[in-house]
């Protein structure tokens, strides 16, 4: 990511995607929509995955509680 634009729009996307999985029909469907995949070990990745431990931690909980038991069954 090498523009503030970029960093945006995945957070909009990841935002959106738990919106979607609110709604989803299925447990299947709203796993899928909270899957995220980071993909490299490099600064950028590393730094995604700190900021989605940080959201899994602080943000998760209080905004989407319902998330709880999926929270539980693949992150530790």
């Known amino acids: 990511m090498k523009t503030i634009a970029e960093v945006l729009d995945l957070r909009n996307s990841?935002?959106?995607?738990?919106?979607?999985?609110?709604?989803?029909?299925d447990k299947e469907e709203?796993?899928?929509l909270l899957t995220v995949?980071?993909?490299?070990?490099g600064p950028?990745?590393?730094?995604?995955?700190?900021a989605l431990a940080e959201m899994n931690k602080y943000v998760l909980p209080k905004?989407?509680?319902e998330f709880k038991e999926i929270r539980?069954?693949?992150i530790s």
Request: aromatic share 10%; no cysteine; glycine share 12%.
């Open 14 to 25: 990841l935002l959106m995607n738990f919106e979607n999985a609110m709604i989803a029909r």
């Open 30 to 32: 709203q796993e899928l």
């Open 37 to 41: 995949v980071i993909i490299g070990g």
């Open 44 to 50: 950028s990745g590393v730094e995604i995955a700190g």
């Open 63 to 65: 905004d989407y509680p």
């Open 72 to 74: 539980q069954k693949y």
